[in-house]
């Protein structure tokens, strides 16, 4: 196990856009923003539930307690969050632990520094007209949402579908990213289902437009659809920068550490009101009670769950041709030393 680094955010860039980012891509300014003091984390979706870490560690006001300078950025997907960690834009991505075996397969060296969740978080849902999805038996020939394409929401529907006899060139992937653009489409008829996260699960449920085909917001669910503990939420970093960069990397796991520890004693009402309020776009209480649907996936100490690393590469390799064939080296996609450093 190796070092990597993710980097949390103590401002808001909401008006950035990845164009923004992308035109500095690489930049000497962005590369030694780290060395500088200041560290740019990523993050799939600032207002999902799954990544709430990362808003929450602000709020709470640990990174400036640790003496870390972090600025969260948000796109809508945890694969953009990733092109933005490779190019060099950011230090640090708040996202999925799958991309760091992807990212190896293509000969690039991410790992995980803080393991956020044990269970994905993701759900399956359906269209209540018609869409005649009663099983992952039924993606053939359907138009499934995704928040976008390469992303972890499209890496797992993949495998529910080929788990299931369906193969990827049967069922067409839509990028429709999460919240009102995924509801949208649903509503719309431009998917008849779809995966994605809390909070936009529970409105899709209260506006009675879908079910759950498939749940995976809790340890229990993940290891009934993907065979075991599935990693995902983490903050990951370039294995290079984390090296070198190992006190910044150390202070922010310390400043995730206490806010997973903080997660595991406080109810959902609690959490939720220390979130931004816009963030709770259904209202309060169900913006709590989306919380609470996913509470079950965090960690309470950032550690791996020793088993899960290896349920990622399975699944990962029953649809994804760059790792069917290819020796992964999980030891090199994690590590524990910062979050056993933070215990």
Known sequence: MRSHVKIPAVAIAAALSLTTL???????DSASDGDNGKIKIMVGGLDKVIYLPAMLTQRLGYFKDEGVDVQLLTEPAGVQATTSLVSGDVQGAV???????????KGKQVESVVQFAQAPGEVEVVSKKGGGIDSPKDFKGKKLGVTGLGSSTDFLTKYLAVH???????????????????????????????MTTEPTVSQILDKKLGTVLTDMRTPAGSKKALGGLYPSSSLYMRTDWADS??????????????????????????????????????????YAKS??????????????????????????????????NTSVDLEKTYTSEFVDKAK
């Not at 992308?22 to 000497?28: D, E, F, I, L, P």
């Not at 769950?305 to 790792?323: C, H, I, Q, W, Y």
Request: with cysteine.
């Open 95 to 105: 996202g999925f632990y799958d991309h760091t075996l992807d990212l190896q397969a």
């Open 291 to 324: 919380i609470k649907n996913t509470l079950p996936m965090f960690t309470e100490d950032g550690v791996m769950p020793s088993d899960g690393p290896a349920t990622v590469e399975r699944v990962m390799k029953a649809f994804n041709p760059n790792l069917k």
């Open 245 to 286: 960069h190992k006190q910044q990397v150390q202070k922010l796991a310390n400043a995730f550490v206490k806010t997973l520890k903080w997660i595991s004693t406080h109810s959902p009402e609690e959490i939720a009101a220390k979130m931004p309020a816009d963030y709770a776009q259904g209202g309060k209480e169900l």
């Open 22 to 28: 992308t035109a500095c891509g690489g930049s000497s």
């Open 164 to 194: 299931n006899g369906v193969q990827v060139n049967q069922f067409t992937p839509v990028a429709v990213g999460a919240g009102q653009t995924f509801i949208s489409a649903l509503q719309k008829g431009s998917i008849q289902g779809g």
